[in-house]
């Protein structure tokens, strides 16, 4: 899901579909906090860290961050 969401922010479409509603305000804060874990695993740390320090910067449980991460990987 993450790559197709990229390729729509990448040809400027991302933010005018959220705009219209197309794209649920709920999938753009997802995308928000998949990319927050994507920029903590790039420091080379583990996923468990990463996760903990994703849901303490962004206030999202731990459970819920994992949940986000498994549908951003989906196609």
Same mark, same amino acid.
């Given at each position: 899901?993450?790559?197709? =969401? &990229?390729? =729509?922010?990448? *040809? *400027?479409?991302?933010? %005018?579909?959220? &705009? +219209?509603?197309?794209?649920?305000?709920?999938?753009?804060?997802?995308?928000?906090? @998949?990319?927050?874990? =994507? #920029?903590?695993?790039?420091?080379?740390?583990?996923?468990? +860290?990463?996760?903990? *320090?994703?849901?303490?910067? %962004?206030?999202?449980?731990?459970?819920?961050? @994992?949940?986000?991460?498994? &549908?951003? #990987? &989906? =196609?």
């Amino acid at each position: 899901m993450y790559e197709s =969401l &990229k390729i =729509l922010e990448e *040809n *400027n479409l991302f933010d %005018t579909l959220v &705009k +219209q509603g197309i794209i649920s305000i709920t999938i753009a804060g997802h995308k928000y906090i @998949y990319e927050t874990f =994507l #920029k903590e695993k790039s420091k080379g740390i583990g996923t468990s +860290q990463a996760v903990t *320090n994703t849901s303490i910067e %962004t206030a999202t449980p731990e459970s819920t961050v @994992y949940k986000i991460i498994r &549908k951003m #990987k &989906k =196609l």
